[in-house]
Nanobody
């Protein structure tokens, strides 16, 4: 059974940082492309960052480039999202997702940034 469990969300002030974790189980993590998405109230879910398998370079959404860093540890079956210089517009529920070869979503973790 595939499981993706996010953690690390919370409430912070603008300019602060958070690191989200996504601990996975039930599949061969090392071959999967992984991603973080987010959904703000009243908005569509959007891609934040993707990280392929086998050491290929990650990609980022335009709104987070230069501030967020996605990383993974195949030995720990875990993907992280380091979020720096958070802004109120980053407020959203953040979701971990397996992108390929099959798609699965985590339950999400709330990030709230106040000015």
């Amino acid at each position: 059974q595939v499981q993706l469990v996010e953690s690390g969300g919370g409430s912070v002030q603008a300019g602060e940082s958070l690191r989200l974790s996504c601990k996975t189980s039930g599949f061969t993590f090392s071959i999967y492309h992984m991603a973080w998405y987010r959904q703000a109230p009243g908005k569509e879910r959007e891609l934040v960052a993707k990280i392929p398998s086998y050491g290929h370079a990650p990609t980022y959404g335009d709104s987070v480039k230069g501030r967020f860093i996605i990383s993974r540890d195949d030995a720990k079956d875990t993907v992280w999202l380091r979020m720096n210089d958070l802004q109120p517009e980053d407020t959203a529920v953040y979701y971990c997702k397996t992108e390929w070869p099959s798609m699965h979503w985590g339950q999400g973790t709330q990030v709230t940034v106040s000015s």
